[in-house]
């Protein structure tokens, strides 16, 4: 499992194939090739990322 990039939380939930969601901060975060993406869900359902908030670094994860 991996940390939260946002809060550091290992409070993750899976929600689909490769996408969970952080009940500490409430962001969904999806894996692909080997790097976090982060999404905040906006009041209307859609979806805007986050990712331009962390560094590759942080968004980084081994399985
Ligand atoms: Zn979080």
């Given at each position: 499992?991996f940390n939260c990039p946002n809060c550091q939380s290992k409070d993750?939930?899976?929600?689909g194939i490769n996408q969970y969601y952080?009940?500490?901060?409430?962001?969904?975060?999806?894996?692909?090739?080997?790097?976090?993406?982060?999404?905040?869900?906006?009041?209307?359902?859609?979806?805007?990322?986050?990712?331009?908030?962390?560094?590759?670094?942080?968004?980084?994860?081994?399985?």
């Amino acid at each position: 499992m991996f940390n939260c990039p946002n809060c550091q939380s290992k409070d993750i939930g899976k929600i689909g194939i490769n996408q969970y969601y952080c009940w500490n901060c409430f962001i969904e975060l999806s894996l692909s090739q080997g790097m976090i993406n982060t999404h905040q869900v906006e009041e209307d359902g859609s979806l805007s990322s986050l990712d331009d908030l962390f560094d590759e670094e942080q968004r980084r994860y081994i399985l």
